[in-house]
């Protein structure tokens, strides 16, 4: 599940999106779900 500010890439083009408002359901690019990128520090 997505949160607000959590960022997606698509692994087939390299798309990202970073979620400003979650409205439920799966981010979907090049007919595959998103990536969740993990938070680096």
């Known amino acids: 599940m997505a949160a607000k500010y959590d ?3 698509c692994e087939e083009c390299g798309n990202v999106v970073k ?12 007919g595959q779900d998103m ?3 993990d938070e680096k520090t």
Do not use: E, Y
Request: proline share 0%; net charge positive; with cysteine.
């Open 7 to 9: 960022v997606f890439k």
């Open 19 to 30: 979620v400003l408002n979650f409205g439920g359901g799966t981010l979907v690019c090049c």
């Open 35 to 37: 990536v969740k990128m």
